[in-house]
Nanobody, 124 residues
Framework: QVQLVESGGGLVQAGGSLRLSCAAS????????MGWFRQAPGKEREFVAVINWSGGTTYYGDSVKDRFTISRDNVKDTVYLQMNNLKPEDTAIYYC?????????????????WGQGTQVTVSS
């Protein structure tokens, strides 16, 4: 069992930055692929970013590429999402998720554990 707790969300103006954190507890964090997803009101869940166990492989959704950066600290059992140049369309609840898979995935169904989410609101 893995527990995931997100933090760092909030209200920011367009063009601003936020850094989300996801602290994991339970089973060995470094074994998991970690992903970030988001869901805006009335919309389907959207893949944001994923990182493999070592941090050596990352992948991003097209809408956040070149603006967001995912990273992890396997000593602190934490994954981060640095979000720069935020836009109003980035407004959503952001969730981190952990996957048993040894390969990265952009599909939510491949993730085994989810956090409760943190709200990000970007004003124009």
């Amino acid at each position: 069992q893995v527990q995931l707790v997100e933090s760092g969300g909030g209200l920011v103006q367009a063009g601003g930055s936020l850094r989300l954190s996801c602290a994991a507890s339970g089973r060995t964090f470094s074994r998991y692929v970690m992903g970030w997803f988001r869901q805006a009101p009335g919309k389907e869940r959207e893949f944001v970013a994923v990182i493999n166990w070592s941090g050596g492989t990352t992948y991003y959704g097209d809408s956040v590429k070149d603006r967001f950066t995912i990273s992890r600290d396997n000593v602190k059992d934490t994954v981060y999402l640095q979000m720069n140049n935020l836009k109003p369309e980035d407004t959503a609840i952001y969730y981190c998720a952990a996957s048993y898979s040894i390969t990265i995935s952009t599909t939510g169904q491949n993730y085994n554990y989810w956090g409760q989410g943190t709200q990000v609101t970007v004003s124009s």
